[in-house]
T-cell receptor, first 110, second 115 residues
Framework: RKEVEQDPGPFNVPEGATVAFNCTYS??????FFWYRQDCRKEPKLLMS???SGNEDGRFTAQLNRASQYISLLIRDSKLSDSATYLC???????????FGAGTRLAVHP | EPEVTQTPSHQVTQMGQEVILRCVPI?????FYWYRQILGQKVEFLVS????????KSEIFDDQFSVERPDGSNFTLKIRSTKLEDSAMYFCASGTTGTSGKTRYFGPGTRLTVT
């Protein structure tokens, strides 16, 4: 089983749409959770951390369900500039490395 | 805003040759990393480096790979004898803490092409 699994997409949505991405992780020792964004042939950039209580940053909302080992990202009012690959990332307790999912591609069209 | 820099942006080399990829981490960071991403695949951890030694490495990071911090600013990844399958984007990252991913900043990457 993959350590971090994501639906690869692509998700093709019109501007203004709401889109949700899901992610599951296999290791219950996972301690920290993140969503990164990666544009084509660029480095991953931290979008937001994910907390058990859920957290919001503008149009972006992240949720974590530790019992189900499930993470989600909701993007409201999609913009053309949101087109990118969204990477679900976990950090195991006591380990000094990030484990990346393969990413979900989002394409927002006019 | 401070950033991680990497050189070169693109390196082409022949199979069997040695390559050195260079990174300048953010100046007050203490933890340094190399990750790689083969085209179309996920980002994979290679190695972490703290206090002038490797703190963790993956199965990918075999004897062909080595890292060094030759001075106070550079952090390098050396591949001794490149293989075709080493072709990938190599990202350097640095951070202020070890196990908190939110403090990790990635450089723009070096695209390595092995022919």
């Amino acid at each position: 089983r993959k350590e971090v699994e994501q639906d690869p997409g692509p998700f093709n949505v019109p501007e203004g749409a709401t889109v949700a991405f899901n992610c599951t992780y296999s290791n219950s020792a996972s301690q920290s959770f993140f969503w990164y964004r990666q544009d084509c042939r660029k480095e991953p950039k931290l979008l937001m951390s994910v907390y058990s209580s859920g957290n919001e940053d503008g149009r972006f909302t992240a949720q974590l369900n530790r019992a189900s080992q499930y993470i989600s990202l909701l993007i409201r009012d999609s913009k053309l500039s949101d087109s990118a690959t969204y990477l679900c990332v976990v950090n195991l307790s006591g380990y000094n490395k990030l484990i990346f999912g393969a990413g979900t591609r989002l394409a927002v069209h006019p | 805003e401070p950033e991680v820099t990497q050189t070169p942006s693109h390196q082409v080399t022949q199979m069997g040759q040695e390559v050195i990829l260079r990174c300048v981490p953010i100046s007050n960071h203490l933890y340094f990393y190399w990750y790689r991403q083969i085209l179309g695949q996920k980002v994979e951890f290679l190695v972490s480096f703290y206090n002038n030694e490797i703190s963790e490495k993956s199965e990918i990071f075999d004897d062909q790979f080595s890292v060094e911090r030759p001075d106070g600013s550079n952090f390098t990844l050396k591949i001794r004898s490149t293989k075709l399958e080493d072709s990938a984007m190599y990202f350097c990252a640095s951070g202020t803490t070890g196990t908190s991913g939110k403090t990790r900043y990635f450089g723009p990457g070096t695209r390595l092409t092995v022919t």
